[in-house]
């Protein structure tokens, strides 16, 4: 190794600070992070809280969703079966898969994450407390409205993937609705949560952890939801869509209207398969962080790693359409997308050969979560095997919707997902309470559950491949299936009775069991640091970082963090603090202050949860009041929690090191935040784009010949209008920049104006031209344009009205200025979204 | 190579997901072109050559952009003398590990984008 130089790489403090600072240090810290008490407990922002109860809501939905499957399996249990009826049993499959991938899969990474990334990265909490405390929110308000529809016999009826026209003509009742706006709710909540994992990430690890030391797990993270970001937004438009043709009849997908039902599987797809890598990334990271403890070394392969997680991340969207090779799309699409499955095995097989070898390398030590990973390594490989197997289309010709393709699907899940979650839970308990769960339980429910799983999954790939569909209710006698079905229900049953052993040893009292010794397993990585009981600060103070394991290599490490030998041993103000530091080399830039306990995202979650679940009963005044309410309660928890100026311009945050306490623009967390949330609503965008030419392409008519707008006239006044306003934006920034008042105010009225005169104008183009989007999918889709890029322009209004208010209220200035930097930017992406809906409504018509 | 090249600011994430970025579009041109061709322009036992053709032309480019950046890759993995694991807390193993990194990330997109263009060969027409 090269000698390092003092300046560039801090050491601790040479000396142990007096006694009675530490003590003093210590209190103000675990004063100012404890949670409220009582029902104020609620109000909770921490991330140890919140990542909490979205884990263990996540995993009661997970338990509803298994209860759901062990009836499916007794229906099936033999032919003829009527333990339930054909309609309750359709309701239950869709619920049951909805559940087990909207409401376990993807909430459980997000919420793992959330609790154990800033440990990892010896941060205080994550960079936007109050998001993560929203998305929480927004997710249990969504799931419990979606878990509940089966009650009330309301549940949708056409499978988690909610294939129109099964799901639009032939399912008018309310259930579709609850799924298309539930989920749509639901995803919000992923994606804020996907946003504070990126920013955490790239932003908030601790001093000199470089790129090249970053955990495995927060690279899987960081993949995982960038993939959040360009996953769920196809979605979120496909469901805008086909909700709009169930309650507004704009004929998306309805064929009589020039729709295409195929458009759905598209979108659907489009999100659908990268959700499946998106569950399966985090989860094997957990290998990745459990691996190298209990094989007592550095994992094999860092490097092959990382390029196995980011090789998945980007070849998982090119598979979609291996989903619907029975759709009749050409060969060579067929083909692409086949290569594309072909491909994707090549960075899978890579993560599981550097876990081998790091674990050959070694010399494993036994233990509960080791003995999961042994699980997740043979369950996870054989269903990858017939993944690579259903990749090939002329197979998938013989499969597509038999059960085999349900037993790959659980193989590939359970054993990618449930298994290492499970590895995780054992490893990481006692980091949440202080004590382990218990080996001799752990033990016994693996087996149960890897037993019970082969029996009820292997089972499947026989009666698939001698033809049984799957989402049948029953099946006649005399074909073969009867045997196999009775095997896999009672295969169902052992893998339920582990997964309640699981339950009772988290929930069993544990009053009398000792408390874990401190780094039980002799980790290397900063999420064990803690003495147990863990306290609610996070980290006692924010080390420098030489390693990637630093518990194993930096000498002292231990009695350094505790003695308040690095950054941020105090909290000398009462305030929640951690630093912010560049992507690259984790360089220090910012001491950031974090927002404590509030109820306000709660308020946020229930007014914005209130448009969904009204619009779903298409009631849409109060739905539109509720929304109104919602955004009333957002600007406020804005006004009162976010870009506070601080008393001072640095502060000393030790070492010798003095940060800044407020940055705006490129250099701080909020505007990140924007950005990266512009790039998921962007491409939600890109999606209707691409419905636009989707329709353009299979129909030889499109724009109809007898199509008589939007024209070019209003649809170029609407943008000459939308981007004078962006233009304004920029001059009310810089204005606001030189101390110029009356510029800035001048300038921003102008941009208002403007705004909303450019969203008529966008409106005015198909209404003046007697576009009726009922009549045909061409009118509608360019309403839909319209309307979204005009719903932009008043966002965009809104955020200025707020500015306008901050700077009249002194609460922001020439040189605090985070909320108009983050206000043009967001302008920045409306100005796109004009000139692309602009380009396509008027200008390709003109030249198809 | 002088300590200025090892500045933080020299180096991004961008040049680390440049070659599966290449391979995106790739598979989105080919992807594209041949939907097109085969619903609007010929029949369903029309003939792909135009789209063989265009997509021989996609790859090759889609090649020499990921052959750069894996070349860029290489160059910066071996820079110095220093070796596998790159898990120093040095600017210079940081490098290195970025650099690593994108080598690996060009070969699998190299590879994967091979892939794609064998549909090119094997099929002839639209059927």
Same mark, same amino acid.
């Given at each position: 190794?090269?000698?390092?130089?003092?300046?560039?790489?801090?050491?601790?403090?040479?000396?142990?600070?007096?006694?009675?600072?530490?003590?003093?240090?210590?209190?103000?810290?675990?004063?100012?992070?404890?949670?409220?008490?009582?029902?104020?407990?609620?109000?909770?922002?921490?991330?140890?809280?919140?990542?909490?109860?979205?884990?263990?809501?996540?995993?009661?939905?997970?338990?509803?969703?298994?209860?759901?499957?062990?009836?499916?399996? *007794?229906?099936?249990?033999?032919?003829?079966?009527?333990?339930?009826?054909?309609?309750?049993? =359709?309701?239950?499959?869709?619920?049951?898969?909805?559940?087990?991938?909207?409401?376990?899969?993807?909430?459980?990474?997000? +919420?793992?994450?959330?609790?154990?990334?800033?440990?990892?990265?010896?941060?205080?909490?994550?960079?936007?407390?109050?998001?993560?405390?929203?998305?929480?929110?927004?997710?249990?308000?969504?799931?419990?409205?979606?878990?509940?529809?089966?009650?009330?016999?309301?549940?949708?009826?056409?499978?988690?993937?909610?294939?129109?026209?099964?799901?639009?003509?032939?399912?008018?009742?309310?259930?579709?609705?609850?799924?298309?706006?539930?989920?749509?709710?639901?995803?919000?909540?992923?994606?804020?949560?996907?946003?504070?994992?990126?920013?955490?990430?790239?932003?908030?690890? #601790?001093?000199?952890?470089?790129?090249?030391?970053?955990?495995?797990?927060?690279?899987?993270?960081?993949?995982?939801?960038?993939?959040?970001?360009?996953?769920?937004?196809?979605?979120?438009?496909?469901?805008?869509?086909?909700?709009?043709?169930?309650?507004?009849?704009?004929?998306?997908?309805?064929?009589?209207?020039?729709?295409?039902?195929?458009?759905?599987?598209?979108?659907?797809?489009?999100?659908?398969?990268?959700?499946?890598?998106?569950?399966?990334?985090? +989860?094997?990271?957990?290998?990745?962080?459990?691996?190298?403890?209990?094989?007592?070394?550095?994992?094999?392969?860092?490097?092959?790693? @990382?390029?196995?997680?980011?090789?998945?991340?980007?070849?998982?969207?090119?598979?979609?359409?291996?989903?619907?090779?029975?759709?009749?799309?050409?060969?060579?699409?067929?083909?692409?997308?086949?290569?594309?499955?072909?491909?994707?095995?090549?960075?899978?097989?890579?993560?599981?050969?550097?876990?081998?070898?790091?674990?050959?390398?070694?010399?494993?030590?036994?233990?509960?979560?080791?003995?999961?990973?042994?699980?997740?390594?043979?369950?996870?490989?054989?269903?990858?095997?017939?993944?690579?197997?259903?990749?090939?289309?002329?197979?998938?010709?013989?499969?597509?919707?038999?059960?085999?393709?349900?037993?790959?699907?659980?193989?590939?899940?359970?054993?990618?997902?449930?298994?290492?979650?499970?590895?995780?839970?054992?490893?990481?308990?006692?980091?949440?309470?202080?004590?382990?769960?218990?080996?001799?339980?752990?033990?016994?429910?693996?087996?149960?559950?890897?037993?019970?799983?082969?029996?009820?999954?292997? #089972?499947?790939?026989?009666?698939?491949?001698?033809?049984?569909?799957?989402?049948?209710?029953?099946?006649?006698? =005399?074909?073969?299936?009867?045997?196999?079905?009775?095997? +896999?229900?009672?295969?169902?049953?052992?893998?339920?009775?582990?997964? %309640?052993?699981?339950?009772?040893?988290?929930?069993?009292?544990?009053?009398?069991?000792?408390?874990?010794?401190?780094?039980?397993?002799?980790?290397?990585?900063?999420?064990?640091?803690?003495?147990?009981?863990?306290?609610?600060?996070?980290?006692?103070?924010?080390?420098?970082?030489?390693? &990637?394991?630093?518990?194993?290599?930096?000498?002292?490490?231990?009695?350094?963090?505790?003695?308040?030998?690095?950054?941020?041993?105090?909290?000398?103000?009462?305030? &929640?603090?951690?630093?912010?530091?560049?992507?690259?080399?984790?360089?220090?830039?910012?001491?950031?202050?974090?927002?404590?306990?509030?109820?306000?995202?709660?308020? %946020?979650?229930?007014?914005?949860?209130?448009?969904?679940?009204?619009?779903?009963?298409?009631?849409?005044?109060?739905?539109?009041?509720?929304?109104?309410?919602?955004?009333?309660?957002?600007?406020?928890?804005?006004?009162?929690?976010?870009?506070?100026?601080?008393?001072?311009?640095?502060?000393?945050?030790?070492?010798? *090191?003095?940060? #800044?306490?407020?940055?705006?623009?490129?250099?701080?967390?909020?505007?990140?935040?924007?950005?990266?949330?512009?790039?998921?609503?962007?491409?939600?965008?890109?999606?209707?784009?691409?419905?636009?030419?989707?329709?353009?392409?299979?129909?030889?008519?499109?724009?109809?010949?007898?199509?008589?707008?939007?024209?070019?006239?209003?649809? +170029?006044?609407?943008?000459?209008?939308?981007?004078?306003?962006?233009?304004?934006?920029?001059?009310?920034?810089?204005?606001?920049?030189?101390?110029?008042?009356?510029?800035?105010?001048?300038?921003?009225?102008?941009?208002?104006?403007?705004?909303?005169?450019?969203?008529?104008?966008?409106?005015?183009?198909?209404?003046?031209?007697?576009?009726?989007?009922?009549?045909?999918?061409?009118?509608?889709?360019?309403?839909?344009?319209?309307?979204?890029?005009?719903?932009?322009?008043?966002?965009?209004?809104?955020?200025?009205?707020?500015?306008?208010?901050?700077? *009249?209220?002194?609460?922001?200035?020439?040189?605090?200025?985070?909320?108009?930097?983050?206000?043009?930017?967001?302008?920045?992406?409306?100005?796109?979204?004009?000139? @692309?809906?602009?380009?396509?409504?008027?200008?390709?018509?003109?030249?198809? | 190579?002088?300590?200025?090249?090892?500045?933080?600011?020299?180096?991004?994430?961008?040049?680390?997901?440049?070659?599966?970025?290449?391979?995106?579009?790739?598979?989105?041109?080919?992807?594209?072109?041949?939907?097109?061709?085969?619903?609007?322009?010929?029949?369903?036992?029309?003939? *792909?050559?135009?789209?063989?053709?265009?997509?021989?032309?996609?790859?090759?480019?889609?090649?020499?952009?990921?052959?750069?950046?894996?070349?860029?890759?290489?160059?910066?993995?071996?820079?110095?003398?220093?070796?596998?694991?790159?898990?120093?807390?040095?600017?210079?193993?940081?490098?290195?590990?970025?650099?690593?990194?994108?080598?690996?990330?060009?070969?699998?997109?190299?590879?994967?984008?091979?892939?794609?263009?064998?549909?090119?060969?094997?099929?002839?027409?639209?059927?």
């Amino acid at each position: 190794m090269k000698p390092k130089t003092p300046a560039a790489d801090p050491e601790p403090l040479p000396y142990e600070p007096p006694q009675e600072l530490q003590r003093a240090q210590e209190e103000r810290l675990r004063e100012v992070w404890a949670a409220p008490k009582g029902w104020k407990y609620w109000s909770a922002v921490n991330n140890t809280e919140v990542g909490v109860w979205y884990t263990g809501a996540a995993f009661l939905f997970f338990l509803y969703g298994g209860l759901l499957a062990l009836i499916m399996r *007794l229906q099936l249990a033999r032919p003829g079966n009527d333990l339930v009826s054909a309609e309750t049993y =359709n309701q239950i499959f869709t619920v049951h898969g909805s559940v087990m991938m909207f409401l376990f899969a993807i909430p459980v990474f997000e +919420s793992i994450a959330v609790i154990f990334m800033p440990q990892m990265l010896g941060a205080r909490d994550l960079p936007f407390p109050r998001l993560s405390a929203f998305g929480f929110w927004c997710f249990l308000i969504g799931g419990v409205f979606l878990s509940g529809s089966l009650l009330f016999d309301a549940a949708p009826r056409g499978g988690w993937f909610m294939y129109p026209p099964l799901t639009s003509k032939y399912q008018p009742g309310v259930g579709a609705d609850m799924w298309l706006l539930g989920f749509s709710f639901i995803e919000i909540a992923a994606i804020a949560a996907a946003v504070e994992l990126i920013v955490g990430t790239l932003k908030c690890r #601790p001093p000199g952890m470089r790129i090249n030391l970053i955990p495995l797990y927060c690279w899987y993270v960081l993949v995982a939801a960038a993939m959040v970001l360009f996953a769920f937004p196809p979605l979120i438009a496909g469901s805008m869509l086909l909700e709009v043709e169930r309650a507004f009849k704009w004929p998306f997908f309805d064929p009589a209207g020039g729709g295409d039902p195929v458009l759905w599987q598209h979108l659907f797809w489009l999100f659908g398969h990268p959700e499946v890598y998106i569950i399966f990334l985090p +989860s094997i990271a957990i290998l990745a962080m459990v691996i190298p403890t209990f094989a007592r070394r550095p994992i094999v392969g860092y490097s092959w790693i @990382v390029l196995a997680a980011v090789g998945t991340g980007f070849i998982s969207f090119g598979l979609w359409v291996h989903h619907m090779y029975t759709t009749g799309l050409p060969g060579v699409s067929l083909g692409l997308f086949s290569a594309a499955s072909e491909a994707v095995a090549i960075p899978t097989g890579v993560q599981i050969f550097c876990f081998i070898a790091t674990m050959a390398a070694g010399r494993v030590a036994r233990s509960v979560p080791i003995l999961y990973v042994f699980g997740t390594l043979a369950i996870f490989v054989l269903g990858g095997l017939t993944g690579v197997m259903i990749a090939l289309a002329s197979f998938d010709f013989q499969a597509h919707d038999t059960f085999f393709v349900v037993g790959h699907l659980h193989y590939v899940l359970i054993g990618g997902a449930v298994f290492p979650i499970i590895a995780g839970l054992y490893y990481w308990f006692p980091l949440l309470k202080g004590k382990k769960l218990s080996d001799k339980l752990g033990k016994i429910a693996f087996w149960f559950m890897f037993i019970g799983f082969n029996i009820a999954f292997l #089972p499947m790939h026989f009666t698939g491949l001698r033809g049984m569909p799957r989402r049948v209710f029953t099946y006649p006698s =005399n074909l073969g299936w009867d045997t196999l079905n009775l095997v +896999s229900t009672i295969g169902a049953f052992i893998l339920g009775i582990g997964i %309640a052993i699981i339950v009772w040893d988290v929930v069993r009292p544990k009053k009398n069991d000792p408390m874990s010794e401190r780094n039980p397993w002799n980790a290397g990585t900063l999420e064990w640091v803690p003495k147990m009981p863990p306290e609610a600060w996070g980290i006692r103070t924010i080390p420098e970082i030489d390693s &990637r394991y630093p518990i194993w290599d930096q000498p002292n490490f231990l009695r350094d963090v505790d003695q308040g030998r690095f950054y941020l041993p105090d909290a000398e103000e009462m305030e &929640r603090e951690t630093i912010v530091t560049s992507p690259i080399d984790a360089t220090p830039q910012q001491c950031l202050r974090l927002p404590g306990p509030s109820f306000i995202p709660l308020l %946020a979650a229930v007014t914005i949860g209130g448009f969904f679940i009204l619009g779903t009963f298409y009631l849409w005044m109060p739905a539109i009041m509720s929304l109104v309410a919602g955004t009333l309660v957002i600007c406020y928890w804005l006004w009162i929690g976010t870009a506070k100026i601080p008393e001072k311009e640095e502060k000393d945050v030790g070492l010798g *090191l003095k940060l #800044p306490l407020y940055e705006s623009g490129p250099s701080s967390v909020g505007w990140w935040a924007v950005l990266i949330t512009m790039l998921a609503i962007s491409t939600a965008f890109a999606c209707l784009i691409f419905a636009y030419f989707f329709y353009w392409t299979i129909h030889p008519d499109f724009p109809p010949e007898n199509a008589t707008g939007p024209g070019v006239l209003w649809p +170029s006044i609407a943008l000459a209008l939308i981007l004078g306003s962006w233009g304004l934006g920029l001059l009310a920034r810089r204005f606001n920049s030189a101390g110029k008042a009356g510029g800035y105010y001048g300038s921003t009225l102008g941009a208002i104006t403007l705004a909303l005169a450019g969203g008529a104008s966008m409106l005015a183009g198909p209404w003046l031209t007697g576009l009726d989007p009922k009549t045909h999918v061409y009118p509608a889709t360019v309403w839909l344009l319209c309307i979204w890029t005009a719903g932009h322009a008043v966002v965009g209004v809104i955020m200025h009205l707020y500015c306008f208010a901050r700077r *009249l209220a002194g609460k922001m200035t020439a040189h605090y200025d985070i909320e108009i930097h983050n206000v043009v930017l967001f302008w920045h992406f409306v100005a796109i979204t004009a000139l @692309v809906t602009v380009l396509t409504i008027a200008g390709f018509p003109l030249v198809k | 190579m002088t300590q200025q090249s090892l500045a933080e600011r020299k180096e991004s994430l961008w040049r680390l997901i440049a070659s599966p970025t290449i391979w995106a579009a790739h598979f989105m041109l080919c992807y594209v072109t041949a939907a097109i061709w085969c619903a609007k322009y010929v029949a369903r036992t029309g003939t *792909l050559e135009p789209i063989r053709w265009a997509i021989l032309v996609f790859t090759a480019v889609a090649l020499v952009g990921i052959a750069w950046n894996g070349w860029d890759g290489y160059r910066r993995h071996r820079f110095g003398d220093a070796h596998l694991p790159h898990d120093d807390d040095t600017p210079a193993d940081r490098r290195r590990f970025l650099g690593f990194a994108t080598m690996l990330l060009a070969g699998l997109s190299g590879v994967a984008v091979i892939y794609a263009a064998f549909v090119a060969i094997v099929f002839r027409s639209c059927r």
